[in-house]
Structures are given as C-alpha cells and as structure tokens.
C-alpha cells in the first residue's frame, strides 16, 4: 500500500497517479483491442459496424474512434439477455440485471471472470482513497462495514475491499432495523461505512443517522465511524455536510450496471463540489453534444462510456469483455474536465456534476454531485 495516514493513498499508486498522456495512450491502446474484440465475436457489433461503413482495424486515434456509433439503451433490451454475449457460455460468472421491475425493459449484463477481477479493483480503489488503512499481522485498520444488498455489481466494492485486505462486515440480510446495524457496527469497532446513503429501507445511512442521533441512539457514528464512502443514490447535500463537520471523510462513486465504476471520489482532493477522478484504465469517458459531435474539456454535454477491460499497460492488455459496452449513451449529462491538476495527485481526468437527462434504469450504482 503507497501513500500516507492523511488520505493521500493508493490501491495501485502506478496508474492511478499515470500521467495524463500516457493514460489516453491507454486508453487509444484498449479501445483498438475491444472493437476489434467485439466485431470479431459478437453478431450484434459485426452487423452495427457494418452497416456504419466503419472500420474496426482503423482506428489511429480517439477522434477516429468517435466516429463509431453510439449504443443506445434500446438496443440492450432488445438484445436482452444473451445479444451481446462474446465469449463462451462457460466464461460467464455473473449476469447483473437493471430495470424490468417497473414496466421498463430489463437489461443484463454478463460478466467473466476476468471482467469481475477488473471491475472489482477499481471499486477497491476507493478505499484507499478515503484514507483507509487495511487490516496488518498486529492491527485490524479500517473495519468497513458493508451495507449494501446482494444481487446487483456493486458487490464488486467489498471484493475489491477484501483483495486489498480490508476486514469486511457484511451484516446478515434480516438485521432489519437500525439499531441492529449500529449495534453490529458499536461491537465490531467499525470505522468506515459503506451503503447507499437513503433507500433501502433500513439499510441506509439516512435511517442509521436518524436513530443514532436520536434518544435511544449511542452516537455511533459520530464517535466511531470516520468515513462514510457511498454510492446507490444521490447523498443529500445537507447530510454530507452535517458529516463533514465533524471532520469525517465522505465520497462517493459514479457507475452503472452496464459498465462497472466509471469515477469516484478521494479524501484530500481539490478539485471542487461534485467532480470525481474517472476510472480512465477501465473506463472511457466521452462527451457529446445533441448532434452527437464531439466536445471538448471543461464542456458539458451527454456522456458515451466504454468498457475498457484489464491492463495496466500496452502489454497487459487483454482486450477483451463477455459484453463489450462501446460508446454506451447513458441518457446522463456530464461536465468532462482534463488537465487541471488535483492536490491528490491522481490523474488528471475528471467527470462532474453529473445530471439524468433521460429514463435509464440503472442499478444503484450513481451517485450525483454531493460533494
């Protein structure tokens, strides 16, 4: 583990810190291997490329690769569940759902093995960079208490958080009140939460809160708990400043079902309310406008997100993904800000203040500009 007691940590400090260049030399690098991955394996991206007129072995730079077409939610539910698989049955380890609850179409995901380890890593990251210490031979660090439900990616969090050697509790699925979580969390010496700030029913930091500090609370989380990392839902403004007050540490992560995180939040940064560092190894950001053509840094338009896959340089890469996810419109509008240098001293490539334009039906995985 790199970094200091102050937050200023790493889960792996190479490419989280990779200077900005050789991040989009990268990212160039991945795309090639995952077009090329998805035209050769998949019926869906041979035939949408096809009719393009677009060439998947011709890709010399990122402005070649925005001439690529767009992937609508559409077309994820018309292919729902097995359209865009691109590997062998037999490499699936999970298939996540979104929608199909409410009237919507659902959408699956299907993730490998290897794309469950990528995914699972970057959601470590955030760990780390709330300023929490893993668990050592003579100290428990940082026991985090996991409130999130099951069945859905965001249980890539507390893999990520026990590869790096954090102690995980995970409370059993009928510790249905609140005191029954501040109770487990009071007898574990619990220093970090991590869960969806409201919903959920009990399972929310909302509820924890309100009882805790209520009359028949112990203030738990105000004495014990020094950092609150959320996602699954917008924090309330007011919520993360009560927190912040009491000097806690609170971030929060931005993602979706379809792709895995895509940014997420450090203790020490400096770059301004409700702007993440993206996960640029494993996730590709783009912004575009209503014609869909191109914007630039420090513009605000509709978000285009690719999966990347594994590789923390050229030679790793794998370029490959059970469903590829390219040029994925998410229906949110983003601000995409590069270059502007972070006290944290992680790359410079950020996503802001993120906004639902449109109807998705994504899995608690978004978390807007709360901080």
Known sequence: MSGDIMGNQYANKFIETLPLKKLKELQLAKVKKMVAFAYENSKFYHDKYNKAGVNPYKIDSLDDFAKFPILSKEELQMNYPFGLLSVPFNKVKFSFMSGGTSGDLPIAIQYSEEDWKEVSRAGGKMFPAAGLKPATEDDPGDIIYYAFGKGHVIECFKQGVRDLGYIVV??????????????????????????????????????????????????????????????????????????????????????????????????????????????????????????????????????????????????????????????????????????????????????????????????????????
């Open 170 to 371: 995970e409370p059993s699925v009928s510790t249905a009140k609140p005191e029954d979580h501040l109770r487990i969390m009071k007898e574990h010496g619990v220093t970090a939460y991590t869960g969806s700030p409201i919903g959920q029913k009990s399972m929310n930091l909302s509820s924890l809160k309100e009882f805790d500090e209520s009359d028949f609370g112990e203030g738990v989380l105000e004495k014990q708990v020094k950092a609150f990392i959320l996602a699954g839902a917008p924090t309330p403004l007011e919520m993360a400043k009560d927190f912040r007050s009491m000097r806690k540490t609170v971030t929060s992560a931005y993602g979706s079902t379809e792709i895995g995180g895509i940014a997420y939040g450090a203790h020490n940064c400096d770059i301004g309310p409700g702007t993440w560092h993206t996960f640029g190894d494993v996730s590709l950001v783009e912004i575009v406008d209503e014609n869909n053509s191109p914007l630039g840094s420090g513009e605000r338009g509709r978000a285009l997100i690719t999966s990347l896959g594994p590789g923390d340089t050229i030679e790793q890469i794998l370029g490959e993904r059970a469903v590829p996810i390219i040029r994925y419109d998410m229906g949110d509008e983003i601000t995409f800000i590069e270059g502007k240098s972070c006290e944290c001293g992680r790359t410079p490539q950020y996503v802001a203040m993120p906004k639902r334009i449109k109807n998705l039906s994504r899995l608690k995985t978004n978390c807007g500009g709360d901080t």
